[in-house]
C-alpha cells in the first residue's frame, strides 16, 4: 500500500468516526488528526512521513531535523529560522538538545535533551544487545559507519569492550555513535533511595 493510499483510508477511518463521535469535542479531536493529515498531504511531506513511519516501525531513536558541530552553528541557524521548529530534536556534536523558545518566539533556547540516553536504558533494559561489529578505536568505527552504503537506522557496536549506538538520520543524512555510558547520565538524576 502506498503511503497516498494509506493516508486516504486513515481519513476515511477517521471519517467515519467523526459521524459516530458522541460529543462535538471529539468531533474537534478526529478533525484535527484529519487536518494533520491533510497538512502532510498538501505540503509535500508524503516521503518525508513514510520515513518517519518506518523508522518508527524500527523503533529507531527519535528524529533530529539538523546536527551542527558547535553550539555556535547551532545557535545562527535557529536564529535565522522565520518561525522556531519547537520541540524540534537537533544535535549539536552528536548530543541531542531540544528547541525552545518564550512566546513570542523571541527568545530561542537549545538546552540539552536526555532522548537518547532514554531510548538506550530502554534498549538495554534486559541486557545489551549483541554487537553487530567490533572495533579497537572510534576512528575505525566512524570509517566502517560511514562506509554503510544503506545502514540499517541504528544498530549497536562495540569499540574498545564499550557498546555504542550506531544512528543514521536518514531525513538529514547524518550518522552518529552514542556510548551506552551516556545511560549514567540518568543514574545521577534519580535520587538514590536510603
Request: aromatic content about 10%; charged content about 25%.
Amino acid at each position: 500500500m502506498t503511503i497516498q493510499e494509506r493516508i486516504l483510508r486513515t481519513q476515511n477511518l477517521l471519517g467515519l468516526a467523526q459521524e459516530n463521535a458522541q460529543s462535538q469535542e471529539e468531533k474537534d479531536f478526529l478533525a484535527t488528526a484529519v487536518d494533520a493529515l491533510w497538512f502532510i498531504w498538501r505540503n509535500g511531506q508524503m516521503y518525508e512521513f513514510e520515513e518517519y513511519r518506518r523508522d518508527q516501525d524500527a523503533d529507531a531513536p527519535l528524529r533530529v531535523i539538523a546536527a551542527f558541530d558547535t553550539e555556535d552553528e547551532a545557535h545562527a541557524w535557529l536564529k535565522a529560522q522565520p518561525r522556531v521548529p519547537l520541540l524540534a530534536k537537533v544535535l549539536i556534536a552528536d548530543q541531542y538538545h531540544v528547541v525552545m523558545c518564550s512566546d513570542d518566539q523571541q527568545k530561542r533556547y537549545l538546552p540539552p535533551d536526555l532522548t537518547i540516553a532514554y531510548y538506550i536504558q530502554e534498549l538495554t533494559r534486559d541486557g545489551s544487545p549483541p554487537a553487530t561489529a567490533r572495533f579497537d578505536t572510534l576512528e575505525e568505527a566512524r570509517a566502517w559507519f560511514n562506509a554503510q552504503c544503506a545502514p540499517l537506522p541504528w544498530t549497536v557496536i562495540q569499540v574498545g569492550g564499550a557498546h555504542y549506538l550506531a544512528v543514521h538520520y536518514r531525513n538529514i543524512h547524518h550518522r552518529a555513535l552514542f556510548p551506552f555510558s551516556i545511560v549514567e547520565r540518568l543514574e545521577k538524576l534519580t535520587p538514590s533511595e536510603p
